[in-house]
């Protein structure tokens, strides 16, 4: 990958909180251009990664560099490229929504005015409340406006629609992909909500305990995993199909759902012919991929 590409590269990275292993060994290059889905369980170490990326915390051992700087190391212009929405929202609650956003803008000479007019109108964002009186919904539209505002190269989303309604979710998964049009753009996603995040992303990044146990695109990965629907066409199936590596399976005498993984399609409709069956082939989606490598 050429160098120019790799917005973060991180190697041999982890850290301990107390008893802890919340990252370990943990090698990742980022690069320009995608909408990543960082998945995992609470606790995998999502989070923890995330804050390493852009600095906040320092590791224990190996190295995290952004945008070819260390990241501990981060100045004002390095940081200035980054937006991140931490899933606490912690906001300046004394404040108007007004306040704040013209607060937040004053940093950045780039901020853009009809990006958070059109945000504004879109999200339904009341600017005259005070930040503390907020429903939780509304506070993370604000942490996200505020995030996105300056239309950063790099924008890391730490749970960042957990709180929104579908609607929202819906506004917000469109403006990603607007936001994404520059290809000089990337954008890390941490969601629980994994049939939205499907939606929009082109790379998985799943994590377990502290570890990194799948790293492809969107597309390899689900060209991995199969469920495959077996209907006999000529009396009882035998009781061992020699079908490989096969995840789950529900089946009677003549009919099987199979979940398979790394199976070429070739040689699974070779071996639907060689048991006189029928053969039905879908993709898994996300949640049910995750599932599978997650359990695993």
Same mark, same amino acid.
Request: charge should be negative.
């Given at each position: 990958?050429?160098?120019?590409?790799?917005?973060?590269?991180?190697?041999?990275?982890?850290?301990?909180?107390?008893?802890?292993?919340?990252?370990?060994?943990?090698? %990742?290059?980022?690069?320009?251009?995608?909408?990543?889905?960082?998945?995992? *369980?609470?606790?995998?170490?999502?989070?923890? %990664?995330?804050?390493?990326?852009?600095? !906040?915390?320092?590791?224990?051992?190996?190295?995290?560099?952004?945008?070819?700087?260390?990241? /501990? #190391?981060?100045?004002?212009?390095?940081?200035?490229?980054?937006?991140?929405?931490?899933?606490?929202?912690?906001?300046?609650?004394?404040?108007?929504?007004?306040?704040?956003?013209?607060?937040? *803008?004053?940093?950045?000479?780039?901020?853009?005015?009809? !990006?958070?007019?059109?945000?504004?109108?879109?999200? =339904?964002?009341?600017?005259? #409340?005070?930040?503390?009186?907020?429903?939780?919904?509304?506070?993370? #539209?604000?942490?996200?406006?505020? /995030?996105?505002?300056?239309?950063?190269?790099? !924008?890391?989303?730490?749970?960042?629609?957990? *709180?929104?309604?579908?609607?929202?979710? =819906?506004?917000?998964?469109?403006?990603?992909?607007?936001?994404?049009?520059?290809?000089?753009?990337?954008?890390?996603?941490?969601?629980?909500?994994?049939?939205?995040?499907?939606?929009?992303?082109?790379?998985?990044?799943?994590?377990?305990?502290?570890?990194?146990?799948?790293?492809?695109?969107?597309?390899?990965?689900?060209?991995?995993?199969?469920?495959?629907?077996?209907?006999?066409?000529?009396?009882?199936?035998?009781?061992?199909?020699?079908?490989?590596?096969?995840? *789950?399976?529900?089946?009677?005498?003549?009919? /099987?759902? !199979?979940?398979?993984?790394?199976?070429?399609?070739?040689?699974?409709?070779?071996?639907? #012919?060689?048991?006189?069956?029928?053969?039905?082939?879908?993709?898994?989606?996300?949640?049910?991929?995750?599932?599978?490598?997650?359990?695993?």
């Amino acid at each position: 990958m050429r160098q120019e590409n790799v917005i973060a590269e991180i190697r041999g990275l982890s850290k301990r909180f107390g008893r802890t292993q919340a990252l370990d060994q943990v090698d %990742l290059t980022i690069s320009r251009g995608s909408i990543i889905g960082l998945l995992g *369980a609470n606790g995998a170490g999502k989070s923890t %990664l995330l804050r390493h990326i852009i600095g !906040l915390y320092l590791a224990d051992a190996g190295t995290c560099t952004t945008f070819g700087v260390d990241a /501990a #190391k981060l100045s004002p212009a390095e940081l200035g490229r980054i937006g991140y929405v931490h899933q606490e929202g912690e906001l300046l609650e004394w404040m108007t929504v007004a306040q704040l956003i013209r607060y937040v *803008a004053a940093y950045y000479d780039n901020w853009n005015s009809d !990006l958070e007019a059109r945000y504004i109108a879109d999200f =339904g964002i009341e600017t005259d #409340k005070r930040v503390g009186t907020l429903s939780p919904g509304q506070r993370q #539209k604000v942490s996200i406006l505020l /995030a996105i505002g300056f239309e950063p190269e790099f !924008l890391l989303l730490d749970e960042p629609a957990s *709180a929104l309604d579908p609607i929202a979710r =819906g506004r917000f998964l469109d403006l990603l992909l607007q936001i994404i049009q520059d290809e000089k753009r990337t954008i890390i996603i941490s969601s629980h909500i994994l049939s939205d995040v499907e939606k929009v992303i082109d790379h998985t990044i799943i994590m377990r305990d502290g570890r990194i146990v799948s790293d492809s695109s969107f597309d390899a990965l689900r060209e991995r995993f199969w469920r495959v629907t077996l209907t006999s066409l000529n009396g009882p199936m035998p009781e061992n199909l020699g079908i490989e590596n096969v995840i *789950a399976c529900r089946r009677n005498d003549t009919r /099987a759902v !199979l979940t398979v993984r790394d199976v070429p399609q070739d040689t699974l409709t070779a071996k639907a #012919k060689a048991l006189h069956c029928d053969i039905e082939m879908k993709p898994l989606t996300l949640e049910e991929i995750y599932a599978a490598i997650a359990g695993e």
